[in-house]
């Protein structure tokens, strides 16, 4: 059974910083790409960083130059870092990954639990 493990999060003052690291657990064959998603209250569910194995991060517009994805692939691990925080980057901030299940031959998709980051004075 795979699993999302997420740490980090919590409260931080606007033009702070927070780190978010997610850990895959479980038998892992591949991972196809792992990234963080947010949700704020009332608003659907967004991404925020995506790094596909091999390939490059991408952003949302609205976080480019301030948040950095990256990836230790030994620990099957994925790390948000998030600098310049806004009150609007205030979500419930996912884990996400695309893992290879060799039963069915095919990624699968998982999700963390997910884990607050509120920026507020």
């Known amino acids: 059974q795979v699993q999302l493990v997420e740490s980090g999060g919590g409260r931080v003052q606007p033009g702070g910083s927070l780190g978010l690291s997610c850990a895959a657990s479980?038998?892992?064959?591949?991972?196809?790409?792992m990234g963080w998603y947010r949700q704020a209250p009332g608003k659907q569910r967004e991404l925020v960083a995506a790094f596909p194995t091999g390939g490059s991060p991408t952003y949302a517009d609205s976080v480019k130059g301030r948040f950095a994805v990256s990836r230790d692939n030994a620990e099957n691990t994925v790390y948000l870092q998030m600098n310049s925080l806004r009150p609007e980057d205030t979500a419930v901030y996912y884990c996400?990954?695309?893992?290879?299940?060799?039963?069915?031959?095919?990624?699968?998709?998982?999700w963390g639990q997910g884990t607050q980051v509120t920026v507020s004075l």
């Open positions: 996400n990954a695309d893992i290879f299940d060799t039963l069915l031959q095919r990624p699968v998709n998982y």
């Open positions: 479980g038998v892992i064959f591949s991972i196809k790409a």
